[in-house]
């Protein structure tokens, strides 16, 4: 059950260009939460009540860690606060990620889509089965959590649309390549921009294949249906409740 809690920022750190990483002292959101959830971080600041979905990073013992990107006055807002000072977090909120730990998976982060792939691969464990990190971003400093993944024991490649960094263009671009060792079993969660979503959709058939439309929330809740998405039925999901993690089957992007 989600729950409205105080939490008290202990640390915050620069990641990567204009990303940041806030570690907050959160006991009942961080004992409920699982991989894939988001938290609704909600604090008053310059008049106005700031109300923003974001992804759990990570969580344990204690504490959860959000990654958020500066995007406008809200964010930058966030990112001056220092440790002592509180905000409200609502979560854990939404459905996340199966875990699947006894197969092997490919993770694909777009941005900071990568952020929620360290909690899913921290839950997945260092099992014996490969895990595979795939994470793309427009030009090298924007690149999120390589190092975490990979002291997670995972193989991890990067893409930049410029080249910076790894290999050039879009992580999608030789995801079949990287998927050629990878048999039917293989489990593939994505989190990122919609093209990169889309792109994932039409992979081989018979892979499993997970996607976070966290992008796509605003009041992170189930009460404004601006997070809607088109369901395979013929019908519509809301992202907030129904996902923000879908199996690829259940939803058309
Ligand atoms: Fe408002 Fe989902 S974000 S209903």
Do not use: K
Not at 93 to 122: M, N, Q, S, T
């Amino acid at each position: 059950m989600p729950m409205l809690e105080t939490a008290t920022v202990v640390g915050q750190t620069r990641v990567a260009r204009d990303t940041y990483r806030m570690e907050l002292a959160a006991a009942g959101i961080a004992a409920a939460s699982c991989p894939g959830q988001f938290v609704m971080v909600q604090a008053g600041h310059e008049g106005a009540r700031l109300r923003r979905p974001l992804s759990l990073h990570r969580f344990d013992a204690g504490r959860v860690e959000l990654l958020y990107r500066v995007v406008g006055s809200g964010t930058r807002w966030l990112a001056g606060l220092a440790p002592g000072e509180q905000l409200e977090l609502l979560g854990p909120l939404g459905r996340g990620f199966p875990l699947h730990p006894d197969r092997p998976a490919v993770l694909v982060g777009g941005g900071i889509g990568g952020a929620p792939l360290v909690a899913l691969a921290e839950a997945r464990g260092r099992a014996e089965v490969p895990t595979l990190v795939l994470l793309g971003a427009r030009q090298a400093a924007e690149l999120v959590a390589v190092d975490r993944f990979r002291d997670l024991g995972c193989r991890v490649e990067v893409a930049t649309d410029d080249g910076s960094a790894g290999r050039h263009g879009l992580v999608t671009q030789w995801l079949p390549e990287a998927m050629a060792d990878f048999g039917e079993e293989a489990v593939i969660y994505g989190c990122g921009p919609q093209g990169m979503l889309r792109a994932l959709m039409t992979l081989d058939p018979r892979f499993t294949v997970y996607l976070s439309l966290e992008e796509r929330m605003a009041c992170g809740v189930g009460a404004c249906l601006g997070c809607a998405v088109a369901a395979a039925d013929g019908g519509y999901l809301r992202v907030c409740r129904d996902g923000p993690v879908f199996a690829r089957e259940e939803v058309r992007l």
